[in-house]
């Protein structure tokens, strides 16, 4: 059964670095999803990206975060300059399409620690 | 702005019990809510989708009822087992792309 695939599984970083979190959606899949879950807290929405554009965004997402899909697989979360509030569990998740009752299928996730 | 709230926030039940997990929503304007399960430090695991014009969805031992207009929806677990613990989190999706989460179930089964 096809899957959303996540890489790396969990990344160390300094403050103050750039991180990439990467991500390959399911194929034929049309958007694309980033959400957050910080230790013990709710999972909150960061991005949605459909046809090569960001089509919503939380109050989360500042100058500090970006979003690309380089390529005709890959989708990834660009983090600038880290804090450590932003250590988290990083998740991306894959919709068919624009129709809004598509089932969202979301990836294992990407553990990021900030120290 | 849509606020999703789970009850109860933890659960111990024995092994074969039947059990119930609540989720309420404050904005019934959604186009759909899904129940995901979550393993420690795992990924989210899709369980049920149920469409706004849908009252319930089963898949095997899980079955899962939407009120729409109430602002609930309920998981019922049939013959619960140890492997069914794990985190029960609730999901609902209104205008737009994103969905808005509950803080989740913790579900313990005990042997």
């Known amino acids: 059964e096809p899957e959303v695939t996540q890489t790396p599984s969990h990344q160390v970083t300094q403050m103050g670095q750039e991180v990439i979190l990467r991500c390959v959606p399911i194929?034929?899949?049309?958007?694309f999803y980033w959400y957050r879950q910080i230790l013990g807290q709710k999972v909150e929405f960061l991005v949605s990206?459909?046809?090569?554009?960001?089509?919503?965004k939380s109050e989360i997402f500042d100058d500090q975060f970006s979003v690309e899909r380089p390529d005709g697989s890959n989708f990834t979360l660009k983090i600038r300059s880290t804090k450590l509030e932003d250590s988290a569990m990083y998740f991306c998740?894959?919709?068919?399409?624009?129709?809004?009752?598509?089932?969202?299928?979301f990836g294992p996730g990407t553990r990021l620690t900030v120290t | 702005k849509q606020e999703v709230t789970q009850i109860p926030a933890a659960l111990s039940v024995p092994e074969g019990e039947n059990l119930v997990l609540n989720c309420s929503f404050t904005?019934?304007?959604?186009?759909?809510l899904q129940w995901f399960r979550q393993d420690p430090g795992k990924g989210l695991t899709s369980l049920l989708l149920i469409q706004s014009s849908q009252r319930e969805q089963t898949s095997g031992r899980l079955n899962a009822s939407l009120d729409k207009s109430s602002g609930r929806s309920t998981l019922y677990i049939a013959a619960s087992q140890p492997g069914d613990s794990a985190t029960y989190l609730c999901?609902?999706?209104?205008?737009?792309?994103?969905?808005?989460f509950g803080a989740g179930t913790i579900l313990r089964v005990k042997s």
């Open positions: 998740a894959s919709s068919p399409g624009q129709v809004f009752s598509y089932e969202q299928y």
């Open positions: 990206f459909y046809n090569n554009e960001i089509s919503e």
């Open positions: 194929s034929n899949h049309l958007y």
């Open positions: 904005d019934s304007a959604i186009y759909n």
């Open positions: 999901a609902v999706r209104g205008y737009g792309n994103k969905l808005v």
